[in-house]
C-alpha cells in the first residue's frame, strides 16, 4: 500500500506533501498515520533545518474524512469516539513544538481540521485563489481540536465570526485576520515559500528554536520577570558556541557553519 504522505529533502529542506487527492487530502486515519511519521522522521533529520508542508491537487487539506466519521449501519454499534481524534491532536503538536520552522505552503483551499494544520505551522504561504472555511457547525459539530492552534493565531472576532457562521473567506482575509502570513499571486507561491525558506536556513538551528518559544512564552511572563530571564538567556546565547560561531562568521565575512552546502538528495 503507498504512502499518502511524501518526504523530500533537498538544501536543509524538508518538503512534506499530502497525496490524497482523490479525497482532496483528508485527514484521514491512514494519512494521519503517514503524516505522523514524516513530521517525526523530519524533526530527527539533522540534514533538514526547516520544513515545507504542502499538498497535491487543487486542496491543500478538506479536513476530516467524512466518510471515517459517518454513521454505522442500522444495528451496528457507534464507535467510542471519532477515528480522527487519536491522532490528529499529535499531529498538530508535532508541527506547532517543533524546534524547526515550519512553512506551510498552501497548495490550494482548506477547510476546517485543515486549518488546524495551517494554524500549527510558523509561517503559512497561500495562493490568492485559495479559500478558507471553518465548516464544522454546518455539520453539527464543533472546530474543538483545531481551536487550539487556530485561537492562537486568529485574531478573536474574527475567530468568532468564522467559527459560529461557517462562512467561506478568501485569501486575503485569512492573512488580515492572522490565519495566513501572505497571501501571494498564484504564480508567485513557490518564489515566496522560497523566500522565507532561504531566510530561515540563515538563522543558527539552537537559536531558531529558542525564538520560536520566546515568540510563544514571553508576552505571557510579568515585565520584571521577563526582563530578568531575558537578560540570562541573552547573556547564555552570546556566549554559546553556536552565538560564538555566528559572530566569527559575521567578523570573517564568511557563511555560519550552519548554512548547508548543496549536496545529495533524499527522498521518502
Not at 478558507?132 to 485561537?151: C, D, K, Y
Not at 467559527?163 to 485576520?177: D, Y
Not at 559572530?247 to 548554512?259: C, D, G, L, N, S
Request: with cysteine; charged share 20%; aromatic share 4%.
Amino acid at each position: 500500500m503507498s504512502t499518502l504522505v511524501h518526504r523530500e529533502t533537498r538544501g536543509g529542506i524538508a518538503t512534506i506533501t499530502l497525496d490524497s487527492p482523490r479525497n482532496r487530502n483528508a485527514l484521514s486515519v491512514r494519512l494521519l498515520g503517514d503524516l505522523e511519521r514524516a513530521l517525526g522522521d523530519a524533526i530527527g533529520d539533522p540534514a533538514a533545518r526547516v520544513i515545507v508542508l504542502t499538498g497535491t491537487g487543487p486542496v491543500f487539506c478538506s479536513g476530516a474524512d467524512l466518510k471515517e466519521q459517518a454513521p454505522p449501519p442500522p444495528g451496528v454499534e457507534a464507535a467510542h469516539g471519532a477515528p480522527v481524534t487519536a491522532s490528529f491532536p499529535d499531529v498538530m503538536s508535532l508541527v506547532w513544538g517543533s524546534p524547526k520552522p515550519v512553512i506551510c505552503r498552501l497548495n490550494g483551499t482548506a477547510r476546517a481540521g485543515g486549518l488546524g494544520l495551517v494554524a500549527a505551522c510558523d509561517f503559512a504561504i497561500a495562493p490568492e485563489s485559495a479559500t478558507f472555511a471553518f465548516s464544522e457547525v454546518r455539520l453539527g459539530v464543533v472546530p474543538a481540536m483545531i481551536s487550539v492552534t487556530v485561537l492562537r493565531r486568529v485574531d478573536p472576532r474574527a475567530a468568532a465570526e468564522y467559527f459560529l457562521t461557517g462562512e467561506v473567506f478568501g485569501a486575503a482575509r485569512a492573512a488580515e485576520i492572522g490565519l495566513l502570513t501572505r497571501a501571494v499571486p498564484d504564480e508567485e507561491l513557490d518564489a515566496a515559500v522560497a523566500h522565507y525558506a532561504g531566510m530561515l536556513l540563515r538563522g543558527g538551528p539552537e537559536s531558531l528554536a529558542i525564538t520560536k518559544e520566546l515568540v510563544r512564552t514571553v508576552p505571557g511572563l510579568p515585565l520584571e520577570e521577563g526582563m530578568r530571564r531575558m537578560a540570562e538567556l541573552s547573556a547564555a546565547r552570546f556566549t554559546s558556541p553556536e552565538g560564538q560561531e555566528g559572530i566569527r562568521a559575521f567578523m570573517e565575512k564568511r557563511p555560519a557553519a550552519w548554512i548547508p552546502e548543496p549536496g545529495p538528495d533524499s527522498d521518502s
